[in-house]
């Protein structure tokens, strides 16, 4: 089996603590993409700090077939109370995920549309999460 993180590099970001930085390539198949996820949610389970992660991607399409697992990824981040946000940066081809991402979100509820956002670059995702710890957690764990 190839190893998944080849694929779809996931990393702690060394300026900010407990923000977990994912890419997503183009999607060969959905076993990679669950395979992430599982990474992820390992990575999650592992502290007891809140995490954040920031999502870019190369994708230009979904291949057929992924609302579920986009779904069943989303309602696993939030079945853990650590878990903070999650932040896909948004360009000018990803308006399609976007849409399918948001239609997911708002059937999940009310708890899904605070967590999950598109910020339009890194940088806007960044404060996007310190604003959101300052709110939460009364100060920010980033610093």
């Known amino acids: 089996m190839i ?5 779809m590099p996931l990393s702690w970001d060394e300026n900010h603590p407990n923000i977990l930085r994912m890419h997503i390539p183009n999607i060969r198949n959905w076993g990679e993409y669950d395979a992430l996820m599982d990474d992820v949610l390992a990575e999650i389970k592992a502290t007891d700090e809140r995490v954040d992660v920031i999502v870019t991607r190369d994708v230009v ?3 057929n077939g992924g609302l579920p697992h986009i779904a069943k990824a989303i309602e696993a981040l939030l079945e853990h109370s650590n878990f903070g946000l999650s932040i ?9 995920q976007e849409s399918m991402m948001h239609a997911i979100v708002r059937r999940l509820g009310d708890e899904a549309v605070r967590r999950f956002h598109f910020k339009p ?3 806007s995702a960044y404060a996007f ?3 959101d710890r300052i709110a939460v957690d009364g100060e920010s764990k980033s610093e």
């Open 88 to 96: 896909s940066i948004a360009s000018e081809t990803s308006k399609f």
């Open 3 to 7: 190893h998944i993180k080849l694929l």
């Open 61 to 63: 399409r979904y291949r």
């Open 129 to 131: 999460i310190l604003e």
């Open 121 to 123: 670059s890194v940088e």
